[in-house]
C-alpha cells in the first residue's frame, strides 16, 4: 500500500546535516518527497510503501547524523501526490529561520576525516580536513545566516572537486562551509625566527617536532587561538615557559598522542575516557599516577594532570612525529583573551621564536574547555570549545530579550531568546582592557548571530565589577542579582528547577549585601540563612594571595599577640616580628581588615596554619593542596557551632589541644565541611544545590554527595554549566526570568 506522510521535527536539525541526511534515507528507502527547513523546524513528506515509511521512521533514530538532535516528531497522513523524486527544496525561510537557530561549537576531527588524511588524494595530509559531523564552526562564523561567505573560510575558492562535495546530498561533505582540501583551502606556515620556512608541509610538521624535541617552545594555531606547545616530559624546557609566563605554579595542561598514552601516566575511568574521546574532547582532569613519567613542574605538588587528545587534523599531523605528550596552553599574557592572530604573537610573547601558523583567521576566538568527574558524573569547570554556546531549554517562554553579564572573573554571557538561555563560551577574567575589549565583542558577535538587542540586562550587585559598569552604561532596563544567589539560580537554570531548595553557595571571596566579603552562605530559598564566621583579612586583598594572613587572623581571633609569636607553626615563622605587630594592630583596630565569609578563605587559613603553603599564585591553589593532603582514613573532624546562623569551626582551639600533622588536619577541615553541610540539610529537610567554586573540590564533593545519598537527601549541582563565576550569567538570567515570568 502506497502511502504519503507529513512531518515536522524540531531539535538540533540545522547545520548539521540533517536534510541531506533525510535525502539519503529517502533514497534508500526508495521514498518520494521534499524536506526544507521551515520557521518551526525541519519539514519534510515522504511517499512510497507503508512498510518502507515506517522503516524510515526507525532510521531517524538510528542513523541520525553525530551532531543532529530529535527533540520533537510532529506526524500526519496526506493524500498521495505520485511525484518521481525526492528533493532538498531550499526555501526562502531558510534565512529568517536560521537567525535564530543555533550556532554549532567547534567538534573535533571525525574518524572519518582521519582516515581521509591517510589515505592517497586530496586530504592526504592536509591540515584542516573537515566535513559535515566535524571541524570549525562558531571560531570561524562572522555573522548568519552560516554560510561559507559569511565565514572566514570565504576568501577561499573550492576547487572542482571540493565544490562537487558540497553540492552533493549522498556527500559526507554537503554543505559543509569549511570544505576545502590541499588543491583549495588555507595554508600551513612555519615561521622560524621572523623568517618563513619554504619547505612542504610534511616537512614543517616534522621539524616543529624536532623543536619540541629539542627542548624548544613553539606556537601553534589552533581552532579558537594559539597554543604554546613544548615538551612535556622536559623539567628545563617547562621551567623556562614558567619563567617567560610568569606563571610559577599554576597547572599546564597537556595534550596526548592518545587514550593509551594518557592510560600509562594516570587513572582514567569510564567516564573520563567517554569525555576523553567526545567531539567536544575537552580537557579532562584526570588523577595522576605517582610514578607519571612527566615533568614534576606540570602541575607542582598536585596529584592531578589536565590531559586532551588532538582535536584537529593539524594536531593528528603532528603527533605522527611525536611520542612524548606536550604542554598545550593558551597562548596569552597573564588572564588576557587566547591570542587568535600571528602579529599578537610576535608582539606580546617575544620568547617565541617558532610559529605554526595558516590563513584560515579565527574570528571567535575560544579557548579549550576543561571538565572533570565527580562520582561518575561530568563537572564543567570552563565551558568553550566543543560546548559552547550552548542552549538551556526554558520550560516557559520569556517575551524580553535579555542579557545577563556575569561576573568580572571567569566570565560568561547569557542570552535569553524565547524558550531558551543560550550560553557564550568562556570570556575570561575582566581585568585587563584586551580582556573587557573581548567581553564587548563577544555580546556584538551574539547579538548580530541571533539578531538580538536586550530589553533587559541583569548584573551583579558589585558596584566596582567591570560588567556592573558596561550594565549601567546601558539605557536598558537594569536588574541587580547578589552575587552568591546567582550561583544557586545557575544550578536551578540548568535542572529546570523553581521550588525552594537549600543552597550551599561556597566561593571565594564575593560581594555581600552587608558590608562584608561573602562567600560561606547558606540559602533557604532566596534568604540568607547561614553563614560562615567572618574572618578579617589582614591587608584585604593581599590576603587573597597570601593563605598566611588568613592564618595568622585565626590565630589572633583565638590568641594575644605574645601567644602567637610564641607558637611553632610556618604561619608565624612566615612573618617578621614587626609584620606580626603591625598586622595584630591591623587585626584589633580593623584598619584594612574587611570581614569575609568565604570558604574559600578557610581553605586557604588551613592551607596555611597545616603548614602546606603560605603564599599562593593562581585561585584555588590551596584547595587544591588541601585535597591532595587529604587521607580518607582519617575520619575525624572539628568541633563546630552554629549560633543565630554563624557557623563556626574550632580549628585552633583543636590545633592549641593536639599534636598536629598535616593530613590529620586537611582531612578534618574537609571531613567537617561535609559533616556541617549534612547536619544543616538534615535540619532543614529540603532538596539540596551545590554551587560555587569551592564545590570545583572534587574530594569534598563526593563526600557530600555520598552522605547525602545514604540520608536519601536529594541534591543537585551543576554538570553541563560551570559550577563557579563561570556560572553567574546563568544564573542571573535565571532569577530575572523567575521573578518576572513565573
Ligand atoms: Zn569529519
Ligand atoms: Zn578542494
Not at 561533505?173 to 590541499?182: G, L
Not at 588523577?287 to 582535536?311: E, Q, T
Not at 597545616?610 to 591553589?621: D, F, L, N, T, W
Not at 569534598?700 to 536519601?712: D, Q
Amino acid at each position: 500500500m502506497l502511502i504519503r506522510k507529513v512531518f515536522l521535527i524540531q531539535g538540533i536539525v540545522q547545520g548539521v546535516g540533517f536534510r541531506p541526511f533525510i535525502y539519503r534515507l529517502s533514497l534508500e528507502n526508495s521514498l518520494v518527497g521534499f524536506v526544507k527547513n521551515g520557521i518551526n523546524g525541519v519539514e519534510l513528506e515522504v511517499e512510497g510503501r507503508a512498510e518502507n515509511i515506517v522503516l524510515f521512521e526507525k532510521q531517524l533514530h538510528s542513523k541520525l547524523p553525530l551532531l543532529a538532535r530529535i527533540d520533537k516528531i510532529e506526524s500526519s497522513y496526506k493524500e498521495l501526490l505520485h511525484g518521481k523524486t525526492f528533493e532538498i527544496v531550499q526555501s526562502s525561510d531558510d534565512f529568517t529561520h536560521s537567525k535564530t537557530a543555533l550556532i554549532s561549537p567547534d567538534i573535533a576531527t571525525c574518524d572519518e576525516c582521519l582516515e581521509d588524511i591517510k589515505k592517497v588524494g586530496k586530504y592526504h595530509n592536509y591540515f584542516a580536513t573537515n566535513c559535515t559531523n566535524c571541524g570549525p564552526r562558531y571560531s570561524i562564523i562572522k555573522t548568519v545566516p552560516y554560510d561559507r561567505k559569511q565565514t572566514s573560510m570565504q576568501k577561499f575558492v573550492m576547487c572542482e572537486s571540493c565544490e562537487e562535495e558540497y553540492t552533493n546530498p549522498l556527500n559526507r561533505r554537503y554543505h559543509a562551509q569549511p570544505i576545502s582540501c590541499n588543491n583549495c583551502g588555507p595554508s600551513l606556515r612555519l615561521i622560524v625566527k621572523n623568517e618563513e620556512l619554504k619547505v612542504s608541509d610534511g616537512e614543517k610538521f616534522a621539524k616543529v617536532a624536532e623543536l619540541i624535541k629539542d627542548g624548544e617552545i613553539v606556537a601553534i594555531k589552533g581552532v579558537g587561538g594559539f597554543h604554546i606547545v613544548c615538551d612535556a616530559t622536559n623539567d628545563k624546557v617547562v621551567s623556562k615557559l614558567r619563567t617567560h609566563k610568569n606563571r610559577p605554579t599554576k597547572p599546564f595542561a597537556i595534550m596526548c598522542k592518545n587514550l593509551e598514552q594518557i592510560k600509562s601516566f594516570s587513572h582514567v575511568d569510564e567516564k573520563e575516557e567517554e569525555l576523553l574521546i567526545s567531539k567536544e574532547a575537552p580537557i579532562v582532569v584526570l588523577k595522576k599516577n605517582k610514578d607519571a613519567k612527566l615533568s614534576k613542574l606540570l602541575a607542582p605538588n598536585i596529584d592531578r594532570i589536565g590531559c586532551f587528545l588532538p582535536y584537529t587534523s593539524l594536531h593528528h599531523l603532528l603527533f605522527e612525529h611525536l611520542q612524548n605528550p606536550i604542554v598545550a596552553t593558551s597562548a596569552n599574557l597573564g588572564n588576557e583573551p587566547v591570542i587568535t592572530k600571528v602579529e599578537d604573537i610576535v608582539k606580546k610573547l617575544s620568547f617565541i621564536d617558532f610559529v605554526l601558523d595558516f590563513d584560515r583567521n579565527i574570528i571567535n576566538g575560544v579557548d579549550d574547555s576543561l571538565v572533570q568527574v565527580v562520582n561518575g558524573k561530568t563537572q564543567v569547570l570552563r565551558l568553550a570549545r566543543g560546548y559552547a554556546p550552548k542552549v538551556i531549554k526554558l520550560p516557559f517562554k520569556s517575551d524580553k530579550k535579555i542579557l545577563a553579564v556575569g561576573a568580572n572573573a571567569k566570565n560568561s554571557l547569557a542570552f535569553v531568546i524565547e524558550d531558551s538561555i543560550i550560553l557564550s563560551p568562556h570570556v575570561g577574567d575582566l581585568d585587563s582592557l584586551e580582556a573587557f575589549e573581548f567581553f564587548e565583542q563577544t555580546i556584538e558577535s551574539f547579538k548580530s548571530f541571533y539578531d538580538f538587542e536586550p530589553e533587559v540586562i541583569v548584573h551583579d550587585k558589585h558596584p566596582s565589577y567591570m560588567t556592573t559598569q558596561w550594565a549601567k552604561k546601558q539605557t536598558k532596563e537594569l536588574i541587580a542579582v547578589g552575587h552568591h544567589l546567582a550561583h544557586i539560580y545557575a544550578c536551578k537554570a540548568e535542572f529546570g528547577l523553581t521550588n525552594d531548595y537549600l543552597g550551599f553557595s561556597f566561593d571565594g571571596t564575593g560581594y555581600g549585601e552587608d558590608k562584608t566579603l561573602w562567600g560561606g552562605e547558606v540559602f533557604v530559598g532566596d534568604k540568607r540563612k547561614y553563614h560562615f564566621k567572618p574572618i578579617k583579612l589582614l591587608g584585604a586583598d593581599k590576603a587573597i594571595k597570601e593563605p598566611r594572613r588568613v592564618g595568622l587572623s585565626m590565630l589572633f581571633d583565638a590568641l594575644s599577640l605574645e601567644e602567637v609569636q610564641e607558637l611553632d607553626l610556618e604561619t608565624v615563622k612566615s612573618f617578621s616580628h614587626v609584620e606580626l605587630k603591625i598586622l595584630h594592630q591591623s587585626h584589633t583596630k580593623n584598619l584594612n581588615a574587611p570581614l569575609s565569609s568565604s570558604v574559600g578563605r578557610l581553605f586557604d587559613g588551613i592551607a596555611s596554619l597545616s603548614g602546606i603553603v603560605q603564599k599562593i599564585s593562581y585561585e584555588g591553589e590551596s584547595g587544591l593542596l588541601c585535597e591532595s593532603y587529604y587521607d580518607e582514613k582519617i575520619k575525624k573532624t572539628f568541633d563546630y557551632t552554629i549560633i543565630e546562623g554563624i557557623i563556626d569551626i574550632k580549628i585552633v582551639d583543636y590545633m592549641l589541644k593536639n599534636q598536629n600533622d598535616t593530613k590529620e588536619l586537611n582531612s578534618m577541615f574537609i571531613n567537617t565541611l561535609v559533616k556541617i553541610i549534612l547536619d544543616i540539610s538534615k535540619l532543614e529537610e529540603m532538596e539540596v544545590i551545590f554551587s560555587g567554586g569551592v564545590f570545583q573540590n572534587k574530594t569534598l564533593l563526593a563526600l557530600v554527595s555520598k552522605k547525602l545519598e545514604s540520608e536519601n537527601i536529594k541534591y543537585y549541582h551543576q554538570q553541563q554549566t560551570a559550577i563557579n563565576d563561570g556560572g553567574i550569567a546563568l544564573g542571573q538570567a535565571f532569577y530575572y526570568l523567575n521573578k518576572t515570568v513565573l
